[in-house]
């Protein structure tokens, strides 16, 4: 049974054009994060929510936004996609603040 | 936040046992020891965590010594489904905000 959906897990979007990708889980955790993997390196936090509290990390650019409307669903916003914004995203979440986090498939993104 | 170094790569053959070494030596008290293994176009999955001595799951043993500024993962008689990069993180996973670090990974190739 999938506990953290992804979709779509392959987008393409222009240059500048906005693109927001969805997730969903199933395991009613709490905290719920969105991570960038670029190829051949490894996945970089880019924000995190607990419950309703959004937690930014100090590099993640402003260009990226995200929306929590509800315990199972995170929404990643990316307001003016550069090339340089093509990888693999990946949600994950955890029950609390724990070591253990559930990841998504990922979607992976292309910008032409 | 505690830096982990891994080997960039391991190769192995079917059967084998693998160990795969972590440093960590500004390893905080309240930190955890956490590893997780990557596929190609998924989302890490995680394998296991210890705090200190040993621990052991279906999947893996995880030793760690007494200082705590290394654990080494070990994965029994591998096979090729596990050729993957696994990832070594630190972290606290007492409550408190906890913020999961990737560094590099360790890619690990299985041969027959």
């Known amino acids: 049974d999938a506990m953290v959906i992804q979709n779509p897990r392959y987008q393409v979007t222009q240059f500048g054009k906005p693109v927001t990708l969805s997730c969903s889980q199933t395991l009613n955790h709490n905290v719920m994060y969105w991570y960038q993997q670029k190829s051949s390196q490894a996945p970089k936090l880019l924000f995190h929510?607990?419950?309703?509290?959004?937690?930014n990390e100090a590099d993640t650019p402003d260009n990226f936004q995200s929306r929590r409307p509800n315990t199972s669903f995170c929404f990643l916003d990316i307001r003016s996609p550069g090339l340089g914004d093509a990888a693999m995203y990946l949600c994950?979440?955890?029950?609390?603040?724990?070591?253990?986090?559930?990841f998504g498939p990922g979607t992976r993104l292309t910008v032409t | 936040l505690a830096k982990t170094t891994q080997p960039i790569s391991m190769d192995s053959y079917e059967g084998q046992e693998v160990n795969i070494t972590c440093s960590h030596n500004n390893i905080a008290t309240n930190d955890y020891i956490t590893w997780y293994q990557q596929f190609p176009s998924q989302g890490p999955r995680f394998i296991i965590q210890g705090y200190k001595t040993k621990v052991t799951n279906e999947v893996a043993s995880l030793f760690i010594p007494a200082d705590r500024k290394s654990s080494t993962l070990s994965l029994p008689r591998v096979s090729l489904s596990d050729t993957a990069v696994y990832y070594c993180l630190v972290g606290d996973d007492s409550g408190g905000y906890n913020k999961l670090i990737f560094g590099a990974g360790t890619r690990l190739a299985v041969h027959p």
């Open positions: 994950a979440t955890s029950r609390g603040q724990e070591n253990e986090q559930y």
């Open positions: 929510y607990y419950d309703k509290d959004f937690n």
